[in-house]
């Protein structure tokens, strides 16, 4: 169809990017071939030259201590304990140990340091203020069920979806999940405060390097109710779009693939009581169409809605007729809608005055299509002239090529920079026992190696449209190091190289240096997830990690064996006193 539609949510304003330079720079490159690069992730004395012998030791104390599950289990218990030697002494055997290992520092002064110094060898930063609400199970729920139920809600029995519905059950949302922060609405004070917090994340980023990410969550900023709701409306609105395109003999097929002839869908629409010529909203003019519409063009139904709670209308199938979600929905939901949005559009134009890019990272199967959904309004408006926001995908999720293809196919018509970062998931085990559990189908792919097949499709067809277009750009965010690999050779089967600045890489800050710093030192664009943050408030995202690494030390004892050689090297060299110099 080729039109460039007016994004969702209009009111908000809009402002464009003058895009930061790129890093050059191939120390420890090996020229495979002409334009060709091949890196090394076995030589122990390029990947550790940014490390000193005793952090070199401290990662593998770290490491060790992470594998014994009576440690990792009964962390808070070893905590508590451990504080009796008083506030100060605790904070300073953190920092020697977990919090040292994986943590930057307590705010955005004390973290300069190490991300000039990861920066000066070819690491750059995403950082991630790694605060949150130290509060009981219970509390969680009691929020989540507060935030998550309007009084409309309570009026509408019968139609929400059990999947988009909040569950006591499982409304501490923290729970399975090891690496991310959670964040429970608390009221809208407490979302300006954690937007607040996001800005001054974005200024220590633009201050400490020139070309940094920024994280964020959605769920900070907003009262949770609405990414339920509308959640539930995009996903009904496809469902639809797929029960259309079977009746008209088109199941079966790639989502992109599937066009629906107009003429058969005004039919089906006028008789589900919706008005109008349908012919009209898919073209700026009737000659100009083609007489058949695919799913971004059906999603497009949505655009023109400028109120926010008029986006809450779904078909009814069984009924044959369009209906509200809830029956009534008060003037301050709307405004609460609105102010979540506002907030991401701050958010945004602080980015733009700061040089910094915008990390949304992706949440439960729940919130996520609401996420992704206003992520790519924000895309729309914003990376217009350079990639400025990047929204994530979790390449578990059965639908993820699906929702990687439609939104690089919408940049292509609307001329905007597709940017993803890629991810596996941190929610596979609550999502699997809350869909077990409330009965619904689960959206996880079923073992490990169907992600690595999805994930890798997904990064592929990225990369093609970055050899093609110029117009996408990837964060290839992953510890495995045969996905680095698989990268890096289809980088350059397809020519593209590290200075192109279109495809980056990122690990956690204090794990898989041996990845980060060989690719940073051959000139690629790669980052560390650098969460900081006072040591007390920071605990319990250093408790997820210390669980984190239990799984994840088990299957890297190359990771620890190359931390002992470099450590054996300098030893017989006589450089165990060796300091980074830079």
């Not at 080729?2 to 003058?18: N, Q, T």
């Amino acid at each position: 169809m080729g039109k460039s539609r007016v994004p969702l949510f209009d009111e908000l304003a809009r402002s464009e990017f003058d895009g930061q330079p790129g890093r050059g720079g191939r120390d420890g490159t090996t020229t495979t071939a002409a334009n060709e690069i091949s890196v090394d992730f076995d030589q122990t004395q390029e990947a550790y030259k940014s490390k000193d012998s005793l952090e070199l030791l401290r990662s593998l104390v770290v490491f060790k201590l992470c594998s014994y599950d009576f440690l990792v289990d009964k962390n808070k218990e070893v905590n508590g304990r451990t504080k009796l030697l008083g506030q100060k002494a605790f904070n300073q055997f953190m920092k020697m140990t977990f919090y040292g290992q994986f943590v930057a520092g307590e705010d955005h002064m004390a973290i300069r340091p190490l991300i000039q110094k990861n920066q000066a060898f070819g690491v750059g930063s995403v950082l991630d203020y790694s605060v949150e609400e130290d509060i009981s199970q219970e509390e969680a729920e009691q929020k989540e069920m507060d935030s998550c139920v309007s009084a409309a809600e309570k009026e509408s029995i019968g139609k929400r979806e059990k999947k988009y519905k909040a569950h006591k059950q499982f409304g501490d949302r923290r729970g399975g999940v090891t690496g991310a922060r959670t964040y429970f609405y608390a009221n809208e004070a407490k979302c300006d405060q954690h937007m607040e917090t996001f800005i001054k994340c974005i200024k220590a980023s633009g201050g400490s390097s020139m070309d940094g990410f920024s994280a964020v969550k959605m769920t900070a900023l907003g009262r949770p109710q609405f990414l339920l709701q509308f959640s539930e409306v995009l996903v009904k609105w496809r469902r639809f779009f797929t029960f259309l395109a079977s009746q008209q003999g088109k199941d079966g097929m790639e989502a992109l693939e599937q066009r629906l002839e107009l003429k058969q869908l005004q039919e089906s629409l006028t008789k589900l009581g919706a008005e109008g010529d349908f012919s009209g909203w898919f073209s700026g003019r009737k000659e100009e169409c083609s007489g058949t519409i695919d799913v971004l063009d059906w999603n497009s139904l949505i655009d023109d809605r400028t109120k926010i709670s008029d986006l809450l209308v779904v078909p009814n199938v069984e009924l044959g007729k369009l209906e509200p979600l809830l029956e009534t929905f008060t003037v301050e939901e709307e405004r609460q809608m609105k102010r979540m949005l506002q907030r991401m559009d701050v958010l945004v134009k602080h980015a733009n005055e700061n040089g910094v890019r915008l990390m949304v990272d992706a949440e439960q199967t729940y919130f996520q299509p609401a996420i992704s959904r206003l992520t790519l309004e924000m895309q729309r408006i914003y990376n217009r002239e350079k990639p400025v926001i990047f929204n994530t995908y979790q390449c578990y999720l059965k639908e993820a090529f699906d929702n990687v293809t439609m939104d690089v196919e919408l940049s292509r018509r609307e001329g905007w920079h597709f940017a993803a970062k890629l991810v596996r998931g941190a929610y596979m085990y609550q999502e699997r026992e809350r869909a077990e559990e409330i009965g619904y189908e689960d959206p996880i792919n079923p073992d490990y190696e169907s992600t690595n097949r999805m994930y890798h499709r997904c990064l592929d067809y990225v990369l093609d449209e970055i050899a093609l277009s110029g117009n996408a750009n990837v964060m290839v965010a992953s510890h495995n190091e045969d996905t680095v690999k698989h990268t890096l050779r289809r980088m350059n089967e397809l020519g593209l190289v590290p200075t192109d600045n279109k495809v980056y890489f990122g690990q956690l800050l204090g794990m898989c240096d041996q990845i980060s710093f060989p690719l940073g030192q051959a000139g690629f664009p790669v980052y560390k997830y650098v969460p900081y943050g006072p040591v007390n408030e920071v605990m319990p995202y250093l408790s997820r990690r210390a669980q984190e690494n239990r799984g994840f030390m088990r299957g890297a004892q190359k990771e620890r064996d190359l931390l002992w050689q470099e450590l054996k090297r300098r030893l017989a060299s006589g450089e165990l006193l060796y300091r980074p110099a830079y």
